[in-house]
């Protein structure tokens, strides 16, 4: 998706970069919204139909954190669930721009209607169910949403070819980097929740 909307390419299409930017943001932080409201709401309902004692809660957001960092690791060939799709290219032909800016943005910042990058996204809604809280669901699916939309300002400089062929060697180098944060957040999320569910 970041190789598809940047200045060079919207300009090839005759459309505003910062429309279909603004467009993408708004869809993204909605799409977090929604999906966090969504499994707050989720979790509030099972909460309140199951009484959970919270250093089990603890326990259960440890054990998730750990599996997570096995399927991210790959261990004992392990390989994380998740639709293998991506958003319809086709739509940069199809639609106006702010029409595709919002609709992929809608489907990446819902975070699971595309390719699940990494285990710390299933553990984050996994956190917002074991919370339940429908307002602390909008609140982190929206912060979320956020970040994934940020990414594609790292496109903003590219104006020509060699300008996204450039961003492209940049976006590999720095892949390896995020999966390793990644695994590391979920590792401090599994100290964390399990020094809780331990504390006395």
């Known amino acids: ?31 977090g919204a929604l999906a966090g409201a969504g499994f707050g709401v989720l979790g509030s309902a ?12 603890l326990t259960i957001g440890a054990s998730l954190a750990a599996l997570g960092i096995a399927f ?34 809608l489907q990446l910042g819902f975070g699971l209607m595309t390719i699940v990058p990494s285990a710390s ?10 919370n339940g809280s429908w307002l602390g669901g909008i609140v982190v699916g929206t912060f979320f949403g956020l970040a994934r939309a940020s990414m594609i300002f790292m496109m903003v400089r590219v104006d020509s070819p060699d300008r996204l062929r450039a961003a492209h060697r940049s976006l590999q180098r720095w892949a390896e980097s ?4 990644a695994v590391g957040g979920l590792g401090v999320t ?10 006395p």
């Open 72 to 105: 991210d690791l790959g261990l004992g060939g392990l390989k994380l669930p998740s639709l293998h799709r991506q958003v319809n290219e086709d739509w940069l032909t199809t639609y106006r721009s702010w029409v595709y800016g919002l609709g992929w943005g």
């Open 121 to 130: 996204i299933y553990m984050m809604f996994a956190l917002i169910l074991l």
């Open 1 to 31: 998706m970041l190789s598809s909307i940047h200045p060079f390419g919207e300009r090839s299409r005759n459309n505003r970069y910062s429309i279909t930017v603004a467009a993408y943001v708004i869809g993204s932080t909605l799409g």
């Open 178 to 181: 995020g999966h390793r944060v």
């Open 46 to 57: 099972l909460r309140s139909a199951v009484e959970i004692d919270q250093s089990l809660i």
């Open 190 to 199: 599994t100290v964390i929740l399990g020094g809780g569910a331990l504390w």
